[in-house]
């Protein structure tokens, strides 16, 4: 395999892993908000996006990398 195909597979997967890192925050920031548990709802909220932050910079190297090989 390629090594930007190999690059390329590893950041779609780590980008995977915390897409699915976000949907579980997220989950648990809408279950504390609705149970009025805003500080909880914050934190998860916060830890939502830096998952959703990090997903979207290893899509972007999983693109570079497939179209560098």
Not at 1 to 19: D, F
Not at 29 to 52: D, F, I, N, R
């Amino acid at each position: 395999m390629a090594r930007g195909k190999h690059k390329a597979t590893e950041h779609h997967l780590t980008a995977a892993e915390h897409h699915g890192e976000a949907a579980k925050h997220h989950h648990l920031a809408a279950v504390h908000h609705e149970a009025g548990e805003h500080e909880e709802a914050k934190e998860h909220a916060k830890k939502a996006h830096e998952h959703s932050t990090q997903a979207h910079e290893h899509s972007t190297r999983a693109h570079e990398a497939s179209h560098s090989s």
